[in-house]
T-cell receptor
Framework: NAGVMQNPRHLVRRRGQEARLRCSPM?????VYWYRQLPEEGLKFMVY????????ESGMPKERFSAEFPKEGPSILRIQQVVRGDSAAYFC???????????FGSGTRLTVV | DQQVKQNSPSLSVQEGRISILNCDYT??????FLWYKKYPAEGPTFLIS?????DKNEDGRFTVFLNKSAKHLSLHIVPSQPGDSAVYFC????????????FGTGTRLTVIP
């Protein structure tokens, strides 16, 4: 029973490129959450999605960032035109239903050069 | 605007002794608190939680204490073991199991054999 799977584990992008981060939730989990950890900071909530719906995106930067969780396939966090300040660890978590504690993946470390 | 604060970035403790990790919060609406443990290159894993209706919750070697009037909680680990060496994050939400957790910046615990 695989846990929350995130890929890639490490991603290097040049400024201006696009970054795509993938998250496959645990089997049976239909709720996905994305968190970002900047250097020397705690994790900060970005977005909460259920299948085909964005439920809460209050933590998402207004520009360049988007997220989706399609009916089939993993959840995708997309960052367009990346800048150095986007360099961080991005963690995905999933839960079987709202209100349950959730399980984190191992994260994707994005480095913008 | 850091609503959950862990003011000690690091802590070293001798094996067998007690580790005490502290956490303060500012939002009086928080009513559910969690501790996560994180090893390098891995995602956070849930450790223990406490609801605001309680002031103590114990699970094996781990005990969390909550002082609502002081807006303070602490995690006690006793006896400490070398395998406990990790970064510990305190997190809080405004309703039990809410989708948006607010994390502290973490405390790196080192247990010295």
């Amino acid at each position: 029973n695989a846990g929350v799977m995130q890929n890639p584990r490490h991603l290097v992008r040049r400024r201006g490129q696009e970054a795509r981060l993938r998250c496959s939730p645990m089997k049976g989990h239909s709720h996905v959450y994305w968190y970002r950890q900047l250097p020397e900071e705690g994790l900060k909530f970005m977005v909460y999605l259920q299948k085909e719906n964005i439920i809460d995106e209050s933590g998402m930067p207004k520009e360049r960032f988007s997220a989706e969780f399609p009916k089939e396939g993993p959840s995708i966090l997309r960052i367009q035109q990346v800048v150095r300040g986007d360099s961080a660890a991005y963690f995905c978590a999933s839960s079987p239903r709202t209100g349950d504690g959730y399980t984190f993946g191992s994260g994707t470390r994005l480095t913008v050069v | 605007d850091q609503q959950v604060k862990q003011n000690s970035p690091s802590l070293s403790v001798q094996e067998g002794r007690i580790s005490i990790l502290n956490c303060d919060y500012t939002n009086s609406m928080f009513d559910y608190f969690l501790w996560y443990k994180k090893y390098p290159a891995e995602g956070p894993t849930f450790l223990i939680s406490i609801s605001s209706i309680k002031d103590k919750n114990e699970d094996g070697r781990f005990t969390v204490f909550l002082n609502k009037s002081a807006k303070h909680l602490s995690l006690h680990i006793v006896p400490s073991q070398p395998g406990d060496s990790a970064v510990y994050f305190c997190a809080a939400s405004a309703e039990t199991g809410a989708n948006n957790l607010f994390f502290g910046t973490g405390t790196r615990l080192t247990v010295i054999p």
